[in-house]
């Protein structure tokens, strides 16, 4: 194709994946009413676990309209993401080769389940992270919570652990790629128990310890997972260079 072929089929997919959008934003519009209720509950949590009045706070006249958009957005970028993934790919997928399709749609099709999944964790972890955030206030006092800010704290931390669990596949692809060894992912594997110790810690700092190793304990897991298939790999690799070397050598 021509590059001015490519720009005619890019601007094909921008719009199809523009189309696939608009349309899931109308659905989250329809769904954002439902979407927030679930966002909430957390906050009525804490009137029975302190004990005070807690509130969601709406600061500006459109303060409910500009979150009602934006949460139709988010949801209708995760409804339509089929749609702007696959546009996306088939863009990209005629231009590679046969092994770098396999690679890719192996990392797209792993990465896609795992980042779910950090974020249905993160999701488990949201009550306890907001009610321990908020009990820093007085007893006496009441928690008038931002819209807002609320929103965006709670989209950071879900989104944030989803792509920690993402990582590991990164690393098997930097093994798949010859950037990185299975040698050097388990040398430094006391390096990557701390880091993610320290990254749970952050993201879930709750009272008890129970939080932290609800995702502490998955994420040990898929990096260890991602050694065993970065040395399966590696040994792979290695048979055949050998077999290469021998048939070379006869």
């Known amino acids: 194709m021509s590059l001015g072929q490519h720009l005619i089929e890019l601007r094909k997919r921008l719009y199809l994946a523009a189309a696939g959008l608009l349309i899931g934003a109308i659905a989250g519009w ?12 957390p906050i009525y949590a804490i009137i029975n676990a302190q004990h005070r009045n ?8 459109t303060s409910a309209f500009d979150l009602k958009l934006k949460i139709s957005l988010y949801v209708g970028l995760i409804v339509s993401s089929p749609v702007w993934l696959y546009q996306v790919f088939a863009f990209l997928v005629p231009g590679l080769t046969r092994t770098e399709k396999k690679y890719t749609f192996g990392f797209l099709f792993t990465a896609i389940p795992l980042f779910l999944a950090g974020c249905a ?3 488990v972890v949201l009550p306890h992270v907001v009610e321990l955030m908020t009990s820093f ?7 008038f919570i931002n819209a807002q800010g609320y929103f965006d704290f709670v989209l950071k931390l879900v989104v944030a652990i989803g792509i920690a669990f993402v990582l590991p596949v990164f690393i098997v692809l930097l093994n798949f790629a010859g950037v990185i060894s299975a040698a050097s992912i388990i040398k430094s594997w006391r390096i990557a128990i701390l880091v993610i110790v320290l990254f749970t810690a952050i993201a879930t700092p709750a009272a008890d310890v129970v939080s932290m190793f609800l995702l502490a304990i998955p994420m040990v897991m898929l990096y260890f997972a991602a050694y065993g298939i970065a040395w399966l790999h590696d040994r ?10 021998k048939e070379f050598a006869l």
């Open 137 to 143: 206030a007085p007893t006496e006092d009441s928690a």
């Open 30 to 41: 329809f769904l954002s009413d439902f979407v927030w209720d679930q966002l909430r509950e």
């Open 121 to 123: 964790a993160g999701w």
């Open 236 to 245: 792979r690799a290695a048979k055949k260079v050998l077999a290469f070397e």
């Open 54 to 61: 807690a509130q969601i706070n709406y600061p500006d006249i």
